[in-house]
């Protein structure tokens, strides 16, 4: 462990025994009798027999190999695939469970937000519960006392403060648990993705609070499938699969890419007319996709910020003055957010449409959509006269997130609320 580093891990990893046992629908008193003996046989083989049984259990890493150091005043993003081992990390760090291998060298006390309300007493108050939760940190009741009035205030709580927190929503335990944990002071705070049941505005505080946090000099390991608020939160990152390090990096931006263009992650960004489906008088659809600035079909997710095209790739047979070619842009709801077509603009700039194959190409505005999924499907019309495609009826059309990128303002670290996160400029005018 370097002199600088406040966490070191070395060759850390976590097994668990998966049990596999074929379940019976109905017992008899005979059966039980039998399973009885069978399980008390089996033990005493175990015993007698190293590695018998085997085939009952099965291993599972959850981590293997795990290696990193982290610097005081480090503000770490562990990002990764569901089942990647994020938690497990977190739980190894913060001792709630004992590595299989490895070790972990700590300098520094730890906090750590792992599940709503842990240390947490139902029947007890919010105001004893601060207390209590204080004291099992590892704090005095002097460093509680003294922090108190700035927990009650954050976590806006105040009139049921003295209420059982078993009659707390969600939301209230959420604020208060993490209340009490940024506000203690630890060397070392661990927040897992907790944050993603609080609403918004309480989102926006508490990553607003971590920032704060480390700037003070205190190291914060924070899990979150949010790319955004790791890029603007956190001064480096580290990317685990399958339960080992895939990268380690300060430059936030390139693990998150990494984890973006990780192919598990991707979804259909390209659609084929290939039995040809979709075929009128007018025009045949070949090919829809997304480009980026290279002209490369995207394969994963894009940020806010990036320039992408929309490709949409036709042969066309009749050409019409009023044929209308273009897409409608739909949310993860199935809610049409706009539609746009080669026509929207003044006539003289139409571009001009030939008979034979040819790519429409039109720009999807950055800093415009906010994080999420949506899916732009092909919209064909013949003005005021029919539709050919039209999206969100069974149109052809392709699916795409947007993940991070959304501003550079140190207020928007998470999703925005609403359908569009654009990025308007605005001035102050002097007063006449």
């Not at 399973?35 to 959850?62: C, D, I, M, N, Y």
């Not at 519960?129 to 460093?143: A, K, P, Q």
């Not at 922090?147 to 604020?175: C, H, Q």
Request: charged fraction near 25%.
């Amino acid at each position: 462990m370097s002199s600088s580093a406040i966490v070191s891990v070395s060759g850390l990893g976590k097994r668990y025994l998966i049990r596999h046992e074929q379940k019976e629908r109905y017992l008899a008193l005979r059966d039980v009798l039998a399973q009885g003996v069978r399980h008390f046989g089996r033990k005493l083989l175990l015993r007698s027999t190293p590695g018998a049984g085997g085939r009952a259990f099965e291993e599972f890493w959850a981590l293997r190999d795990v290696s990193f150091e982290i610097e005081e005043g480090a503000r770490v993003g562990i990002i990764g695939r569901n089942g990647a081992g994020k938690s497990t990390l977190l739980k190894l760090i913060s001792r709630v469970t004992e590595p299989t291998a490895g070790s972990i060298s700590l300098r520094g006390r730890v906090a750590s937000l792992l599940e709503i309300g842990t240390g947490f007493h139902p029947e007890l108050s919010g105001r004893e519960n601060i207390f209590l939760n204080g004291v099992i940190l590892g704090m005095t009741r002097n460093e509680v006392q003294r922090k108190f009035d700035e927990i009650v205030a954050f976590a806006e709580i105040d009139k049921f403060l003295d209420t059982p927190v078993k009659r707390f929503s969600n939301g209230m335990y959420m604020r208060l648990a993490f209340a009490v944990v940024a506000h203690l002071e630890p060397e070392i705070l661990l927040v897992d993705e907790v944050l993603a049941v609080g609403d918004a505005q309480f989102q926006k505080k508490c990553l607003g609070k971590m920032e704060e946090v480390g700037k003070k000099g205190r190291t914060i390991l924070f899990v979150s499938h949010n790319m955004n608020a790791i890029e603007q939160l956190c001064t480096s990152a580290i990317l685990l699969e399958r339960g080992r390090v895939q990268s380690v990096s300060t430059q936030v931006a390139s693990v998150v890419e990494q984890y973006l263009l990780d192919p598990s992650n991707q979804i259909e960004v390209c659609w084929q007319n290939q039995g040809n489906d979709f075929v009128s008088d007018w025009f045949t659809p070949i090919r829809i996709y997304l480009a980026d600035q290279q002209g490369q079909v995207l394969q994963g997710s894009f940020r806010n910020d990036e320039h992408v095209t929309v490709n949409i790739e036709v042969d066309v047979t009749q050409p019409a003055p009023d044929l209308q070619l273009g897409y409608g842009l739909l949310d993860e709801r199935d809610q049409l957010i706009y539609w746009s077509c080669y026509t929207d603009g003044p006539e003289q700039d139409w571009p001009k449409v030939y008979k034979g194959r040819q790519t429409l190409q039109s720009r999807l505005p950055g800093r415009l959509l906010n994080e999420g999924r949506y899916r732009l499907e092909l919209l064909a019309a013949l003005y005021n006269r029919a539709w050919l495609c039209e999206p969100g009826h069974q149109a052809p059309g392709i699916s795409f997130r947007v993940e991070g990128g959304l501003s550079e303002s140190p207020y928007w670290m998470i999703r925005r609320p609403g359908v569009l996160a654009p990025v308007i400029s605005w001035q102050v005018i002097s007063g006449t």
